[in-house]
């Protein structure tokens, strides 16, 4: 291979197991790498890497087997993906792409970005792939070779259209999807397996079964032993807790079409669905952060009401429908087409092929969603809107009306609620951080006027639901809140 064809320059792979070694050797095939690295702690793996040829040369220090490399994939369980960051970042060359196979989640990456300073741009992949079989002895290119990888949208556009194009060279077909999904499908189609193997484990123990050489046995020979399977499992906890309870749904129907005494399992009856969370409370009281926090932490789906309104607002003012012209906003409403995506810390919301994240937040479209929202045949067009997202459960909603209102019976009700002057506060320092003009006591006065217009509307004023537990924000950090909050559904929904 001449050397003007080895154009994607040096590449370091952190961890030397079977997918370390099986991204090496389809890397090897395509002849475009000058140097392929391989780093691990544990010097066996080193050696049968480079003794198949997988790797040019192998070393045992993260912060040694980076330097210099173009391409930096992290081949190592999601629980280690930080620690070797923390490792490695200091060395890895500015202009580097790092990328993973571990489907690192939101969670970790927003560790990463807050703990590992001056570290180039990160985009998590996840391939679509599962092999029982461990270390670098079972590498093969066959593993990865035309197999899907997926690559989430919350990552840098840069760093993502980069992994794109290092995927593709190695012949993978690579899937773009948004944040959630990416997630989701990293909790289900890898974690989710390795979960029900070790339950299936327990359960065989438990029984004592003479298993033989039978299929099970088989099964559950695969190696699921790997120390830092648990934390795995808790970084996707609160989807994989969602996928259990699908399961038991499942197997207490099973076990009634077998004629079981029980009905349903004891945990499927006493976990039943999902709950519905409802944070209601007054601009500024932290709604939106807590929200997506305990959204995350939960791993439910996040809706965000008063976004809906803001984009409704601003779609109206884009085709010059009048605020006070009911019938055309609520036809509007009824056909609004709006999505909402993960990008790291961030959600981003689009409003049909518009990023407007940032144009809904203005003042002016504040103002115009709380005007509108009061207007009953537009409430109602968008009520049927929220409740369907939140039918199923596993869903945390936010809003002004959603536990009075949308959803009454909603499982989990939160009021947050601090003094005009703390929200009033939080607001000015997050509008001067975005570089808009404004002055505290105007921003005080918006907010107390705000709060006069919710609590006097006619349609859904904004008051707490009888059955909500209130709580004050003011004296407390965003993560003493999230964590509040947590306490709360965990109380109410068990």
């Known amino acids: 291979m001449a050397e003007r064809e080895k154009d994607l320059g040096r590449l370091c792979i952190l961890g030397t197991g079977q997918m370390g070694c099986s991204l090496a050797a389809l890397a090897r095939e395509t002849g475009r790498f000058s140097e392929i690295v391989g780093v691990d702690r544990n010097p066996a793996h080193l050696e049968v890497a480079h003794g198949l040829s997988l790797i040019d040369r192998g070393v045992a220090e993260p912060g040694r087997g980076v330097l210099g490399a173009n391409v930096v994939v992290l081949a190592v369980p999601l629980p280690e993906i930080f620690s070797v960051l923390q490792a490695a970042g200091p060395d890895i060359r500015p202009d580097a792409l790092i990328t993973d196979l571990a489907g690192t989640t939101a969670r970790v990456r927003a560790q990463v970005e807050r703990e590992v300073r001056s570290l180039p741009s990160f985009a998590p992949a996840f391939p679509l792939v599962y092999s029982p079989r461990n270390g670098p002895g079972g590498a093969s290119a066959e593993v990865l070779r035309g197999q899907q990888v997926l690559?989430?949208?919350?990552?840098?556009?840069?760093?993502?259209?980069?992994?794109?194009?290092?995927?593709?060279?190695?012949g993978l077909t690579v899937l773009t999807v948004d944040g959630d999904v990416f997630e989701w499908s990293a909790a289900g189609t890898y974690y989710f397996p390795q979960l029900l193997v070790a339950c299936l484990r327990q359960v065989v123990r438990r029984a004592q079964w003479p298993l033989g050489q039978s299929a099970l046995m088989r099964l559950l020979q695969a190696d699921d032993t790997a120390p830092d399977q648990e934390r795995a499992f808790q970084l996707h906890a609160g989807r994989l807790a969602g996928l259990l309870d699908e399961l038991m749904q499942v197997l207490g129907q099973r076990q009634r079409r077998l004629g079981s005494q029980a009905s349903v399992p004891p945990v499927a009856r006493s976990r039943r669905r999902?709950?519905?969370?409802?944070?209601?409370?007054?601009?500024?009281?932290?709604?939106?952060?807590?929200?997506?926090?305990?959204?995350?932490?939960?791993?439910?789906?996040?809706?965000?009401?008063?976004?809906?309104?803001?984009?409704?607002?601003?779609?109206?003012?884009?085709?010059?429908?009048?605020?006070?012209?009911?019938?055309?906003?609520?036809?509007?409403?009824?056909?609004?087409?709006?999505?909402?995506?993960?990008?790291?810390?961030?959600?981003?919301?689009?409003?049909?092929?518009?990023?407007?994240?940032?144009?809904i937040r203005e003042p002016a479209i504040s103002q115009s969603a709380s005007r509108i929202s009061a207007l009953p045949a537009v409430r109602k067009a968008l009520l049927e809107v929220q409740r369907d997202l939140g039918r199923e459960g596993g869903v945390v909603l936010e809003g002004r009306d959603i536990g009075t209102v949308v959803f009454?019976?909603?499982?989990?009700?939160?009021?947050l609620e601090a003094p005009p002057e703390v929200r009033a506060r939080r607001r000015f320092e997050e509008l001067r951080a975005a570089g808009k003009p404004c002055t505290l006591e105007e921003t005080e006065r918006e907010v107390r006027e705000r709060d006069s217009r919710d609590e006097k509307r006619a349609v859904a004023p904004l008051v707490p639901a009888a059955d909500a537990v209130r709580l004050d924000t003011g004296p407390l950090s965003i993560d003493e809140v999230v964590q509040a909050v947590l306490e709360i559904v965990n109380q109410k929904a068990t």
Do not use: N
């Open 151 to 170: 690559l989430s949208r919350a990552a840098d556009p840069a760093a993502l259209e980069r992994a794109g194009r290092f995927y593709g060279a190695l």
């Open 274 to 359: 999902r709950p519905v969370v409802a944070i209601d409370g007054p601009a500024g009281s932290g709604k939106s952060t807590v929200a997506r926090r305990v959204a995350r932490a939960l791993g439910y789906l996040l809706v965000d009401t008063g976004a809906i309104y803001r984009c409704l607002a601003l779609a109206a003012r884009w085709a010059g429908v009048d605020e006070s012209d009911e019938a055309a906003l609520s036809d509007m409403a009824a056909h609004l087409a709006f999505r909402f995506e993960e990008h790291g810390d961030e959600r981003r919301v689009w409003l049909g092929s518009q990023d407007v994240t940032h144009l």
């Open 408 to 415: 009454p019976d909603a499982e989990v009700k939160v009021f």
